[in-house]
Nanobody
Framework: QVQLVESGGGLVQAGGSLRLSCAAS????????MAWFRQPPGKEREFVAH????????DYVDSVKGRFTISTDNAKNTVYPQMNSLKSEDTAVYYC??????????????????WGQGTQVTVSS
């Protein structure tokens, strides 16, 4: 099993920045990719970004490209999405996820086996 704990959420003004963290523990060697999803109020959960365990491959949803950067510190088993130029539409509960599956579309939440509890990000306009 892999345990994921998110932190770093909070309230920020539009145009501001936040850095979330996702610390993984347990059988982290079994994971090949980690991702962030978010669920805006009243909407379904959506893909935000993913990163391979090596950090060599990343992907982002179009709405955050150029504003969000995902990185990983394997020594700490931690993944960080740096979120800049935040907009009110970024308001959501952000979830960290991890998978051990290879060769899948990492933007689909059904391929992720491990999930954190979520952290709230609220962007005020």
């Amino acid at each position: 099993q892999v345990q994921l704990v998110e932190s770093g959420g909070g309230l920020v003004q539009a145009g501001g920045s936040l850095r979330l963290s996702c610390a993984a523990s347990g059988r982290t060697f079994s994971t090949v990719a980690m991702a962030w999803f978010r669920q805006p109020p009243g909407k379904e959960r959506e893909f935000v970004a993913h990163i391979s365990r090596s950090g060599g491959n990343t992907d982002y949803v179009d709405s955050v490209k150029g504003r969000f950067t995902i990185s990983t510190d394997n020594a700490k088993n931690t993944v960080y999405p740096q979120m800049n130029s935040l907009k009110s539409e970024d308001t959501a509960v952000y979830y960290c996820s991890a998978t051990g599956r290879l060769g899948v579309n990492y933007s689909y939440e059904r391929y992720y086996d491990y999930w954190g509890q979520g952290t709230q990000v609220t962007v005020s306009s």
